[in-house]
C-alpha cells in the first residue's frame, strides 16, 4: 500500500484528529452523524441470527454496535496507534470493564498509589472481594514494582502524569519488567491524551481514558474509551455487551466534536499551566508546587523524553492547614470550584476532601494527599486573569 492508496496512511495527529474513522451514509453527510437508535432491522430471519452468532458483523444493538460510537472509538485508537477501541460509559467504567474482561479470581494486580481515588477504591474496596488480589505500590520506585510481582500478577495499573501529583513513571523501563512477568501494563493517559502521549508506542499494552476529560474539552459528557490489540478488545466487547456500561451515540459524537480541536487544546492547556506554575513557584506563601513542567520536578527531564508537553494540570500546597487551603480556594473567583477536569474553563478543587475523600488517612498519606494540597486544572483563559485570581486565594491565606 502507498501514501496515494491510503491518504491516512502516517498521517499526523490533527489530520487524524478531525477524519480517522469517519465513514458517510448514503445521505453524503460532511459532518458525523447522530444514529439515535436503540436497535436495527435486518432483512431476514437468516439475516439477523447472522448477526446475532457474530457471522456478520453489522449491527445488532446500540449497546455494543452503534455507528457514530464506532467512529469515535475508531478515531481514539488511530490517535492512540492502537489496533481497536471500545466505548464505555464512564472513565471508571473503562477501568471496571478492563479489569472484568481481562481478570479472574485468584489473579494480582499491581497498582500505583498515584492514581485517582475513586480508582484506588474500586481496585482495593471491590476487586479484592471477588478474590482479585491488590499490591498499591510507589509510582516511581521501579525497584518496588519489580517486587511486588508474583506469578499471579495478569495487569499493571498506573497513571503518568498521576493525579494530582503529576509523578512521571518511566514507561519504557515499566514495560520491560511487565513483559519479563508476562503481564499487561495498562496506562491511563488522561493527563496527556494522545497529543502530548503514548503510552502504546512506548511498551504499555492498554490505554484508558476517561473521555469526560481532555477528549472532550469543555465539560459537557460522561464517558471512557479502552485502547489496545484487538484480541483484548474483544474481550471487552463480550463484557459490554453482557454487563452494559456503554458509551451512548450523542456522547460519542460530542468526544468526536472534541477530538478535532485536541492537539491545539493541549499546547495551550500545556502553556497555560507552565505559566502558572511558575509563578506559583516564585511565591513565598506556596509550600511546593507539583507540575513536571518545572525543571526542578524530579520527573522534569523523564517527561520532556516521553511527553510532547507538560499537560494542564498542577498541585500545590500552601503554608498551613486545610481550613487555610479552603481559604484560599474560597476567594478565588475566577476558577470554578468542581472535581472535574480538562475542561476549557479551569477548575480548582481540595483533593483530600472531594477527588481522595474516601481514601483513609494512612492511603492518603501514602498517596502524598496532604490536608493543604490544591489542585487546579488550568484552562484556557487569559493566563494573566488566572493569576490574579489566584492572588486572591494568596490574600486570603
Known amino acids: 500500500m502507498t501514501d496515494f492508496d491510503d491518504p491516512y496512511l502516517d498521517a499526523g495527529i490533527d489530520t487524524l484528529a478531525v477524519r480517522a474513522g469517519q465513514t ?19 432483512e431476514s430471519a437468516a439475516a439477523a441470527a447472522a448477526r446475532f452468532t457474530g457471522e456478520d458483523p453489522g449491527n445488532v444493538y446500540s449497546r455494543y454496535t452503534n455507528p457514530t460510537v ?15 477501541a471500545v466505548a464505555t460509559a464512564s472513565g471508571m467504567a473503562a477501568i471496571l470493564s478492563t479489569c472484568m474482561a481481562l481478570l479472574e479470581a485468584g489473579d494480582h494486580v499491581v497498582c500505583s498509589r498515584s492514581v485517582f481515588g475513586t480508582t484506588t477504591a474500586m481496585f482495593n ?18 525497584g518496588e514494582w519489580e517486587a511486588a510481582l508474583t506469578e499471579k500478577t495478569r495487569i499493571l495499573f498506573l497513571e503518568t502524569p498521576s493525579n494530582p501529583l503529576c509523578d512521571v513513571i518511566d514507561l519504557k523501563a515499566l514495560s520491560a519488567i511487565a513483559k519479563r512477568n508476562d503481564s499487561l501494563l495498562v496506562v491511563d493517559n488522561c493527563f496527556c491524551t494522545p497529543a502530548l502521549q503514548k503510552p502504546l508506542e512506548l511498551g504499555a499494552d492498554i490505554v484508558v481514558h476517561s473521555a469526560t476529560k481532555y477528549l472532550d474539552g ?9 485502547v489496545g490489540p484487538k484480541k483484548y478488545m474483544d474481550e471487552l466487547v463480550v463484557f459490554l455487551r453482557t454487563a452494559g456500561p456503554t458509551m451512548s451515540p450523542f456522547n460519542a459524537w460530542v468526544f468526536l466534536k472534541g477530538l478535532e480541536t485536541l492537539r491545539l487544546r493541549m499546547d495551550a492547556h500545556s502553556a497555560n ?3 502558572m506554575a ?25 517527561a520532556a523524553q516521553q511527553q510532547r508537553g507538560f499537560g494542564g494540570v498542577l498541585s500545590f500546597q500552601v503554608k498551613g492547614d486545610q481550613a487555610a487551603a479552603w481559604r484560599f480556594i474560597d476567594a478565588t473567583k475566577i476558577m470554578s470550584l468542581t472535581a472535574n477536569l480538562g475542561d476549557a474553563k479551569s477548575t480548582i478543587v481540595h483533593p483530600a476532601t472531594t477527588t481522595h475523600g474516601r481514601l483513609s488517612d494512612e492511603e492518603k498519606a501514602q498517596a502524598g494527599i496532604t490536608e493543604n494540597l490544591i489542585r487546579v486544572s488550568v484552562g ?13 486565594g494568596i490574600a486570603a491565606l
Open 24 to 42: 458517510r451514509s448514503a445521505e453524503g453527510e460532511h459532518s458525523e452523524p447522530i444514529f439515535t437508535t436503540s436497535s436495527y432491522v435486518f
Open 70 to 84: 464506532r467512529m469515535f472509538q475508531d478515531r481514539i485508537a488511530a490517535l492512540e496507534g492502537g489496533e481497536a
Open 273 to 275: 499551566a507552565l505559566a
Open 380 to 392: 484556557l483563559e487569559d493566563v494573566k486573569d488566572l493569576i490574579k485570581d489566584l492572588q486572591r
Open 125 to 142: 474496596r471491590y476487586f479484592k472481594k471477588f478474590g482479585v488480589d491488590i499490591t498499591f505500590v510507589t509510582a516511581t520506585d521501579l
Open 278 to 302: 511558575e509563578w506559583l513557584d516564585a511565591q513565598p506563601e506556596i509550600d511546593k508546587v507539583y507540575y513536571a513542567g518545572l525543571k526542578d520536578h524530579p520527573g522534569h527531564e523523564l
Open 218 to 226: 469543555q465539560g459537557r459528557c460522561v464517558g471512557g474509551v479502552v
